[in-house]
């Protein structure tokens, strides 16, 4: 028995020259003692088209960020996870060595036991 992809993505030209994306759902059936193919069209060019909008926007943010002359940091869970290059060159450490340690690490020992909490 031929084995074959039962869903997948697939472009089309319409008459008025315009490109859709369609995603196509198959099934082998047995049709009056015959095994035929059942196949479902979906029209995906809408959920393509926000996904390339998405994907440009965060290039555009990421170009934004990373070339910023203020610092920017992200933390998560005690650990920071991105520093863009003008953090790295006020720090005075490489990115890599900011993003491989716990943020802590970097502040002042006085001001890292610092707590707003007090007894």
């Given at each position: 028995m031929k084995t074959f992809r039962q869903n997948y993505e697939l472009s089309i030209i319409r008459k008025?020259?315009?490109?859709?994306?369609?995603?196509?759902f198959r099934k082998q059936?047995?049709?009056?003692?015959?095994?035929?193919?059942?196949?479902?069209?979906?029209?995906?060019?809408?959920?393509?088209?926000?996904?390339k909008n998405l994907q440009e926007s965060e290039e555009r943010y990421r170009i934004?960020?990373?070339?910023?002359?203020?610092?920017?940091?992200?933390?998560?869970?005690?650990?920071l996870v991105f520093a863009n290059r003008a953090a790295a060159e006020q720090i005075g450490y490489s990115k890599k060595t900011l993003t491989s340690g716990v943020f802590?690490?970097?502040?002042l020992p006085m001001?890292?036991?610092?707590?707003?909490?007090t007894a």
């Open positions: 008025d020259g315009k490109i859709r994306y369609l995603e196509v059936v047995l049709w009056n003692g015959e095994m035929q193919f059942q196949a479902l069209y979906a029209d995906i060019t809408e959920r393509k088209q926000a996904e934004v960020v990373e070339n910023a002359h203020e610092a920017i940091i992200i933390t998560q869970d005690m650990k802590t690490s970097f502040i001001i890292a036991g610092w707590s707003p909490i």
